[in-house]
């Protein structure tokens, strides 16, 4: 059965969006499992690091679900970078005329709003606790992880010369310590200065990835907890840059830009 789509990305974390209409069975199961992993595969699909499907919820209220499938199959709770495609997503297709919209996640509801110079800015909601900080090691090597949850998990490991990680070697295996109740996103965040954090990811489901926004939000919040930043700053990723914003106790606000690639219909 063909499928109508269009590929979208933030920063280089790229997705596969169902386009309106299609019809994709979302059922948990080993079929929906080789489906996403065929469309999301870089040499024989698509390419991506995962699908996303937006469901209507209350139109009139301009609620939507959005479902996030990771590139091996399982289903992400979260996923910041794709909230600010879906947005995009949303107004392209006539979905709705708003400029913000609630969005009904695995892990609640998140609130993105287009801006007027075409970059979107999500409240991501309260981080949340997770471990605390903990003690990991990958390949003889010890790291202090600062765990964070944007509703998702997130463990954060601040280093001296990003440039020097080892990043698919050590995330792969810090990924799946015994630790973690159901795996871990792994950030390596370098503290430039009091505005400006490096960061490098390895997404739980995905690898290595160019860019994640709740990976940079949870990176704020660890770096304002150990008192290495201040209220807000400029994640520097792979793919480009977001700015996160976090007063203490409320939401994190992440803000940057989303696109359409192209669109296309697969067999």
């Known amino acids: 059965m063909s499928l109508k789509f269009s590929k979208w990305t933030g920063l280089g974390n790229d997705f596969v969006l169902v386009e309106p209409g299609e019809s994709f069975d979302m059922t948990a199961g080993p079929d929906l499992e080789r489906r996403v992993i065929e469309l ?7 390419g991506a690091d995962g699908v996303v499907v937006v469901t209507p919820v209350n139109v009139a209220n301009n609620e939507f679900e959005m479902r996030i499938f990771n590139a091996d199959g399982s289903e992400a709770a979260m996923c910041g970078n794709a909230t600010r495609c879906v947005a995009k997503f949303i107004r392209s297709r006539g979905l709705s005329l708003a400029m913000e919209f609630a969005l009904h996640t695995k892990s609640g509801i998140v609130k993105p709003a287009v801006l007027e110079d075409g970059r979107v800015c999500v409240n991501m909601g309260l981080p949340r606790q997770f471990l605390g900080t903990i003690k990991l090691t990958a390949d003889t090597f010890d790291f202090t992880g600062e765990t964070v949850s944007m509703g998702n998990p997130h463990t954060v490991i601040f280093v001296d010369d990003i440039e020097k990680i080892q990043l698919e070697k050590w995330g792969s295996i810090l990924e799946v310590d015994k630790i973690f109740p159901d795996r871990s996103n792994i950030e390596f965040a370098q503290v430039i200065d009091s505005n400006t954090i490096r960061m490098r990811v390895w997404e739980r489901g995905c690898g290595v990835t160019m860019a994640c926004g709740t990976g940079s939000c949870a990176t704020l919040v660890a770096a304002q907890r150990t008192g290495r930043i201040g209220l807000e700053a400029d994640v520097v990723l792979d793919g480009g840059t977001l700015h996160i914003k976090h007063e203490e106790g409320g939401p994190v ?13 697969i067999v």
Do not use: H, L, S
């Open 40 to 46: 999301c595969d870089r040499r024989f699909g698509i």
């Open 253 to 265: 606000f992440m803000t940057g830009p989303a696109k359409e690639v192209f669109r296309g219909e």
